[in-house]
């Protein structure tokens, strides 16, 4: 059974700093491109950031580039989202996602507020 869990949302100020982890089982890991994934209040869910299986090719969407790193550690089979400069636009659930399975955890909350 597929199974993905996020953690480390909460809330922060705006330019703090937050890290996603995504722990998973019931598959391949280390042989999927891994995503994360963000859906704002009252919008679309939307990727935010893909990591190849090797860590070869990262991409990550315009709004977050140079604010937030995508990294994994396969031996752990965790995805991580360090996320800096936060802004109020990013408050959002957050989802990690395997690219080529259509499952989804249950995400965590960021919310960024002063």
């Known amino acids: 059974q597929v199974q993905l869990m996020e953690s480390g949302g909460g809330l922060v100020q705006p330019g703090g700093s937050l890290r996603l982890s995504c722990t998973v089982s019931?598959?391949?890991?280390?042989?999927?491109?891994m995503q994360w994934y963000r859906q704002p209040p009252g919008k679309e869910r939307e990727l935010v950031a893909q990591?190849?299986?090797?860590?070869?090719?990262?991409r990550y969407a315009d709004s977050v580039k140079g604010r937030f790193t995508i990294s994994r550690d396969n031996t752990k089979r965790t995805l991580y989202l360090q996320m800096a400069s936060l802004e109020t636009e990013d408050t959002a659930v957050y989802y990690c996602?395997?690219?080529?399975?259509?499952?989804w955890g249950q995400g965590t909350q960021v919310t960024v507020s002063s």
């Open positions: 019931g598959f391949a890991f280390s042989a999927q491109t």
């Open positions: 996602k395997a690219s080529g399975i259509d499952s």
């Open positions: 990591i190849t299986p090797a860590s070869l090719s990262i």
